[in-house]
């Protein structure tokens, strides 16, 4: 188990985030500009109520959300850092509903070239913050509703945001290649196995998400030598679908995505880690 959150370097971070987020970009241009793109906009997701349209309003929340707020003064809220932000996002759940809906009925309710035009808008502004000099400031803070996190800890989170969200979108256009940014999945798939272990700590078994990640949890008994009696591995989607709900621990098993070995292997019970 991580003592604390892991540590991620804010130059691959804002580079991984500016690559993923023109990805987004790309993509929707693509779909908003094919015949049927108001029929893809109508499309449902596998985020509840949600249609593609409210997707991809939310996507440009999350988007603008750091150069919508990079002047805000800070209010002196408590610390907060990846483990627990992934621990607690979950209790704002209705709030980021209620601004995904709002936003599809309002700027991004129109024609899809309209809704092209409006999130390549929210994109470009968060890649030309990036190559800011208000975003390389040393120790800099954000602060969220949930509490004031360094500025490099706010990327990552939006690192979480598109890559899980590109999934969904993905998923809902029926297109298994979107071209993720390689260090974008490799951030999300470290945090989400941090967070694992420190939702389950413990030394029992050993989570293998190659070529990104391995971490130990769950109570049990701790393996010193040679091969865990308890292994679980996994590649990188896989793990991030889990992680977030996207994916049934049945379901992946007997799709063959997750080998898993040992008597304390079925992870179920642990999952997800981020709601």
Known sequence: MPAKSRTYQHSKVSAALAEQTVALRDAVREFCARPDAAELLARPTRLGEWRVRELVAHLAVQIDWVPAHLGDPLEGRPPLDLLAWVARVGTVAPLLDGQAREKAAGEFGGEPASVAGAFARAADGLVDALDGED????????????????????????????????????????????????????????????????????????????????????????????????VVETDPLTWIRLATGRTGWADAVEAAAVSAGGERSDLRGHLPVLG
């Open 135 to 230: 975003t390389r400031i040393p120790g800099r803070r954000f602060e969220i509703r949930l509490g004031s996190m360094t500025l490099t800890d706010m990327l990552v989170t939006r690192l979480v945001e598109t890559v899980v969200h590109a999934d969904d979108l993905a998923d809902a256009l029926g297109r298994a290649d979107f071209p993720h940014a390689r260090q974008a999945v490799a951030a999300v798939t470290r945090l989400l196995a941090d967070a694992f272990a420190d939702q389950a700590p413990g030394g029992a078994v050993e989570l293998r998400i190659p070529p990104y990640a391995v971490v130990q949890a769950v109570e049990g008994p701790r393996h010193t030598r040679g091969t865990p009696p308890n």
